[in-house]
């Protein structure tokens, strides 16, 4: 039987859901990763960022019993993953990276292979199955061949498919790839309520900054096996500078002028733009026009950029190798 939410928990609210010390996975003399430090705290969203071929992947199919590390040890719902892991198997769901609906079967029909595999009784998984289909939007279609689903319906249904086991601890390898912005807000919707409503801590691989930004309590940057950074959305964007105040002019008299007014400003001849270092408020946006307007000077163009995710991503990150990618073949 899966653990309930409910009742008395094995770990107190506070506890590590899920908690790794110095994960090591090499693929022949490929070093994929290279001694991983995770806690993640029950009830809450953990993003791990990273570019291509990172090790997110691999990151999550260790900790959900899939494969097994070199090195290194890690809990999991309270279980200790190499000795326990029918214990971890039972608290967990996994929607990996590429769906694992079944295009043969209808949607019900995909869900009710669930509810079998979690041994859950003929009525208990159609009560479910109708249930979470409800949940999703997707009960008119629950008769139809999951081959016509649309991707964001078959992401829904994929994930649908993980809940039916009434995991506490779901893994969500890149969720919401390949959906459009409609359907990535639906799923941001759901993952939000399953962690508001059941409690469940989310364990997800995205490379939408965004998404990370959006829905995580923490994350964690990957890159090339190693973790670069952790914290929060804004601890992360703090770390980078790089917010400031563009100005352009078109004329080079005025591009000339305005240089001189500001010292501090990282110039760019060629396009006549100048980048003073700011923190993006409005207070300082109203000190460069008011020493614009003191002498007399209009920029062309002014744009106001904060650092964001992207930022850090692309500061802390090397580029990805396309090689070294596993591709959804
Ligand atoms: N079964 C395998 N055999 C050999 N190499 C592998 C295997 N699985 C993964 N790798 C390698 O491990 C590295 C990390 O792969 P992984 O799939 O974990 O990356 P990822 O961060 O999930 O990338 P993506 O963003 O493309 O999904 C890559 O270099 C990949 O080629
Ligand atoms: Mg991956």
Not at 284 to 303: H, K, N, Q, S
């Amino acid at each position: 039987m899966p653990a309930t939410h409910t009742g008395a928990s094995r770990v107190a609210p506070t506890a590590a859901a899920i908690s790794a010390a110095g994960l090591r996975k090499s693929y022949g003399d490929k070093l994929v990763l290279d001694g991983i430090d995770l806690r993640i705290a029950e009830g809450t969203v953990f993003a791990l960022l990273g570019p291509n071929g990172a090790g997110k992947t691999t990151t999550v199919e260790i900790l959900s019993t899939l494969i097994a590390a070199d090195a290194g040890e890690a809990r999991v719902a309270g279980c200790d993953l190499a000795r326990e892991p029918d214990g971890v198997r039972a608290a967990i769901g996994v929607t990996g990276q590429f769906a694992a609906v079944d295009n043969l079967l209808t949607a019900e029909e995909n869900m009710f292979l669930m509810a079998d595999l979690h041994h859950l009784g003929r009525a208990e998984g159609r009560r479910r199955t109708a249930a979470l289909l409800r949940r999703f939007d997707l009960a008119d279609a629950a008769r139809r061949s999951a081959a016509t689903f649309s991707g964001g319906m078959r992401r829904k249904l994929d994930l649908a498919m993980t809940l039916v086991g009434d995991p506490r601890i779901i893994f969500l390898d890149e969720p919401t790839t390949g959906l459009d912005p409609r359907s990535r807000r639906t799923m941001w919707d759901i993952i939000r309520e399953l962690v508001a409503e059941d409690g469940v801590t989310i364990f997800l691989t995205t490379q939408y900054l965004e998404e990370a930004d959006q829905l995580a309590d923490r994350i964690a940057v990957l890159d090339r096996g190693t973790l670069i950074a952790e914290g929060t959305a804004e601890e992360l964007k703090r770390r980078i500078p790089g917010g400031h105040i563009q100005l352009s002019f078109a004329e080079p008299h005025r591009f000339q002028l305005a240089a001189e007014l500001f010292e501090a400003a990282v110039r760019d001849a060629d396009s006549r733009t100048l980048r003073i270092p700011s923190d993006g408020s409005v207070p300082t946006l109203r000190a460069v026009l008011d020493i614009l307007d003191g002498a007399a000077l209009e920029a062309d163009t002014l744009t106001v950029h904060t650092p964001d995710l992207d930022d850090v991503f692309l500061t802390l990150t090397s580029p990805a190798d396309p090689t070294t990618s596993r591709s959804a073949s």
